[in-house]
């Protein structure tokens, strides 16, 4: 695409004034010249030119010069120059989108690069929360085993100490009844009652006599 | 008045040593007033279709394909700095190019007057030698016209003798410019003048049938005026490209 360039032959408004001012003195000149041609001794030549076919006015060629010179500088400031500036500002406005559009991509492509970056490191973070989570759950997991394990022992050791409790309960009462009972036994055969305190005392030092032996 | 308006045709003036369709100065300028007020006409539509944006108003797409166009001959065969020619090479090329439209139409146009196109080929050529002492300086200008540097005799007797033939050939340029244009646009008129008086017993305009080939002659003639003055203006000033390549180069 074209880039239109300041720089024309118009040059500055005072060099195409003056081009003016010259050109209307030429138009001016040419017309003087046109018209007392058969009066000026150096354009009698162009009479002769013209009965052979050549039909010569310099003053119409002087004219035609000064109304160019008129003419430049308004195609210039009337056809050349806005046309120039619509396309200048049409590229700049091109230009300026392209910059704008590729700014944006430049800022998109940072914006998905941190957001790569932050969804990877929200991961990390997740990840280690997550292992961390893991190893709380373990160590309290082994520490509630611990306690469930101790609390176990201490409740079987209990335990344990009252069925021995019981047992020796139950044995020193079963021994009463079995005293009472063979004393019971003897009376009958016997037939007379025997002294209540020293048959016991006799008949238990019988019975753990026997349990040793057993 | 008696000379604007003769021979029974508007703005013509009256035949004898300028010949039988010799245009009086006012003819000719009346003419070109013509051609100038289509021109802004035109223009001044196009222009008010110019915005920032990419031209939908049918003229002004016009003319900035005009523009482009102009442009791209002028930076084709000058060269980068040929831009600035645009404006010069443009109001040359749409004056001449609606000048012979004109001639289509109408019984006469500016660019079917050998003065006429003297005055713009004076023009063109003498815009060429200002441009050609811009770019090279008084003597350079003048020594670009001695040809290539010779040493010795040679430059002695070879250098004038270019020198001459490149001044006779700058003045010919004046003539070939002009003639050819006044040739192909009045001798257009001529021949479609000829060749209906050959129909005119059977009422058939004969002439008429030129119209094709007189369309194309408007536009290549605009065409070779224009162009021939960008390739003048690239020989004068090619050595000013040269030197300006050679300055970057050296700061490169």
Redesign the interface.
Known sequence: M?T??A????GSPAAALVRTVIGLAMMAG??YL??HAEEIPFLAF??AL??K?????????????G???V??PI??V???K???E??L??NT?LERTFSEAEELRAEMARLRSEYEERIAQTEAEARAQIQQQIREAQQMRQQLMAEAAERAEELLARAREDIERERQKVLAELQLRVVDLSLSAAEKVVGASLDDEQNRRLVTEFIQKVEAAG | MGEIVGNGLPLLAAG????K??V??LG??FF?AIV?AII?GA??IA?KG??????TNRPAML??QL??FL??MCVSIIGAHG??????I???W??IFVGNLVALFLAFS?TA????N???A??AV??VQVEGVRANGLIGHLAHFAGPRLGGLLAVLVSPVIFAIEVVSEIMKNVSLSLRLYGNIFGGHEAVVAMNQLGERALIPVGEFLLPIKLLTVVVQALIFTLLTCVYLSLVTHHEEEHAEGHATAHA
């Open positions: 074209s239109p360039n720089t024309t032959p118009s040419g017309f046109s018209q162009q009479k013209g009965e076919g050549v039909p010569l006015d310099l003053g119409i060629t002087t004219a035609t010069i109304v160019f010179l003419l430049l195609i210039r009337f056809y050349i806005p046309l120039e619509a396309i500002e049409r406005q | 004898g040593a300028e010949g369709h010799a009086s100065f000719v300028f070109l100038l802004f223009l001044g222009r110019y915005s920032s944006r990419v031209f003319a900035e523009y482009l442009e791209a831009r600035k020619y645009v404006t010069f443009g109001t040359l749409l004056v500016p007057n050998l003065s006429f003297l005055g713009m004076l023009l003498g815009y």
